[in-house]
């Protein structure tokens, strides 16, 4: 088990840039996966960005080219970087770890995308 705790949301305008971080309680190097996914009101949680724990990165086509996720396993802590925020990045932002046997997850972390 790992707690994930999420910072960096808050307001921004269209256009501006935001890094989120996850710092997890524990050594993530050894985690299968760790990944970012975001929830807008009335919509389904959907994934974001991810990051094996050998480097290989995923990204949805929504976000490509805009949003960077890495990881600095000396710090334990994963990060989002968003550039050219749009309106409809607008979410609840969701650190995720996949130990491969169960899922734990971040209390999340508000990006709204507003002028």
């Known amino acids: 088990q790992v707690q994930l705790v999420e910072s960096g949301g808050g307001l921004v305008q269209p256009g501006g840039s935001l890094r989120l971080s996850c710092a997890a309680s524990?050594?993530?190097?050894?985690?299968?996966?760790m990944g970012w996914y975001r929830q807008a009101p009335g919509k389904q949680r959907e994934s974001v960005a991810s990051?094996?724990?050998?480097?290989?990165?995923n990204y949805a086509d929504s976000v490509k080219g805009r949003f960077t996720i890495s990881r600095d396993n000396a710090k334990n802590t994963v990060y989002l970087q968003m550039n050219s925020l749009k309106p409809e990045d607008t979410a609840v932002y969701y650190c995720?770890?996949?130990?491969?046997?169960?899922?734990?997850w971040g209390q999340g972390t508000q990006v709204t995308v507003s002028s």
């Open positions: 995720n770890a996949d130990l491969g046997y169960r899922d734990d």
């Open positions: 524990r050594n993530i190097a050894g985690i299968y996966a």
């Open positions: 990051i094996t724990s050998g480097g290989t990165t």
